[in-house]
């Protein structure tokens, strides 16, 4: 994909384009050719005061954003997703060159999937009940009121930059919040046409305010005065340190944080890859293995463990590794270099403990420029190794037998993380059987994706709180007891 030729010298704040308080730059890089994509300003805590101080005025003021009704709000959550729709294409250019995302999965994810999420909470917000009378035990009336929390700190993720960014701005708009989004500085560009969105979809001034900057300018963010909530998807490590600010600060935070999810195959699974392939890829390989809830552990069983490694190798094998551009592309390459890195390290780590490689393990072949690794198959893994229970966020599956259903749902617990996973059965009922037993915050039954309508997130080192479905508006509310 050639250079976008771009360079962008403005923040979106209180509805205006506005200047930096420095000259301080970021310099995206397109991840399939190592070229640079442009320059943006790099937000410092100046920026961050000016957007906080926006957002905070859009709320306070006694006719704004949290005084509307809440239908009228929705009115304007469509009006956005229909801007976000217009500008599809250049979505996914800007997503696919900055982190690698293939464009056949960021037409899917990136753009119907944010636009989904704005509708999904409109039509909730249409329906949004903000208070109910009660009677009181010892006489009178009480009226419980749900309130919008105020100003969110919105900090998203550089692998799914506008589904995740959705994920905070559809809830916290229909509850009547204002945000400040601070995008990943490895995907800046696309922020910007959010930005044009918002702004054709007339919402009003200081409702959404996007400041590009790295972790410290996030981390001024978190901490900031005027900040009431902070919603941020990352790192188990980074949400540790966003967790122990709002800790201090007892400001309400959501944390959706790493996984290292469990693919249960049982005995009984159909492992037709004509039949299962793209479901089994979805589950996980999406997005460059880049994806917080796949499954990159399969849990096997020993009766068909030749089968399930065959199966599995089979499919890595097949998978197109290509420019993130090309529609034909199922693997693109790592987001950046150092993430490449990291993710070679552990593949170097998983032959070192003894696993056994069926297929990658390196880079592909005419791909010298770009962060391209081969999707990886280890066998033989046990599930103590460090490739079994550390988060590589690359295309490395590592495949572990198990003796019958209750050593594959202990082997499946065995994990500090418990965000995703799946179970692989030709009896349905058997599958949710065993799904209930696996202490993670969300699983599927031979097929899974976030949908929209239920509650997404993590239990342990996964995060804390829940995004999407009507429960992901109670992290933007506040309850308030008045006595009549």
């Known amino acids: ?12 704040i209180g509805g205006e384009w506005v200047r930096p308080a420095t000259g301080r730059t970021i310099t995206p890089v397109d991840a399939s050719t190592e070229e640079p994509l442009g320059q943006v300003p790099e937000g410092t805590e100046a920026d961050i005061d000016r957007a906080v101080a926006a957002a905070r005025a859009a709320f306070d003021e006694p006719t704004g954003w949290a005084s509307w009704e809440p239908a009228r709000r929705a009115e304007v959550m469509e009006r956005l997703a229909d801007a976000i729709d217009k500008r599809a294409d250049g979505f996914v250019e800007r997503v696919a060159a900055q982190n690698g995302m293939p464009v056949a ?13 704005l509708r999904y909470y409109a039509g909730l917000a249409k329906e949004l009940a903000v208070s109910e009378t009660r009677p009181g035990l010892f006489g009178g009336s009480i009226e419980v009121r749900k309130a919008p929390v105020g100003v969110v700190a ?28 601070k995008p990943s500085p490895e995907t800046v560009l696309d922020a910007y046409l959010l930005a044009e969105a918002v702004e054709e979809a007339g919402v009003p001034a200081g409702v959404i305010n996007i400041v590009q900057g ?23 490590a980074a949400g540790r340190i966003v967790a122990e600010t709002c800790g201090r600060l007892l400001r309400p935070v959501t944390l959706e944080l790493g996984g290292k999810s469990a693919a249960i195959v049982l005995d009984d699974a159909d492992l037709d890859l004509s039949k299962i392939g793209e479901g089994l890829f979805g589950a996980t390989l999406l997005n460059n293995g880049q994806t917080c809830f796949l499954g990159t552990r399969v849990l096997a069983p020993r009766s068909r463990y030749a089968e399930v490694v ?19 592309t199922q693997i693109g390459p790592m987001a950046t270099a150092r993430q490449r890195d990291r993710v070679e390290s552990y593949i170097a780590k998983g032959r070192a403990e003894g696993a056994r490689l069926t297929t990658g393990g390196g880079r592909p072949e005419g791909l010298e420029r770009g962060w391209f690794v081969q999707p990886t198959v280890f066998a033989d893994v046990d599930n103590n190794t460090v490739i079994a229970q550390e988060e590589i966020f690359g295309p490395v599956l590592s495949l572990i037998s198990y003796d019958d259903v209750d050593d594959a749902v202990r082997l499946a617990n065995d994990s500090d993380f418990g965000l995703g996973g799946t179970v692989w059965t030709s009896d349905p009922e058997r599958g949710a059987a065993v799904a209930h037993r696996v202490r993670t915050g969300t699983i599927g039954v031979n097929r899974y994706i976030p949908d929209p309508a239920a509650p997404f997130g993590g239990v342990k080192a996964s995060g804390l ?3 999407l479905g009507p429960e992901g508006l109670t992290g933007y509310q506040q309850t308030q007891t008045v006595y009549l």
């Open 1 to 12: 994909m050639p250079a976008l030729d771009l360079r962008y010298d403005t923040f979106y």
């Open 105 to 117: 999965v960021a037409r899917q994810l990136e753009i119907g999937y944010p636009s989904a999420v």
């Open 154 to 181: 919105a900090i998203a993720p550089w692998n799914f930059p506008q589904a995740l960014t959705m994920f905070k701005i559809a809830p916290a708009m229909a509850t009547g919040c204002t945000l400040v989004i």
């Open 214 to 236: 790295d972790r410290e300018t996030g981390a001024y963010l978190v901490a900031h005065p005027a900040v009431d909530k902070v919603a941020f998807t990352g790192s188990t």
């Open 310 to 328: 065959d199966a599995f190798t089979a499919l890595a094998s097949s998978l197109t590794v290509g420019a993130a551009s090309d529609p034909a």
């Open 465 to 467: 709180g829940r995004e």
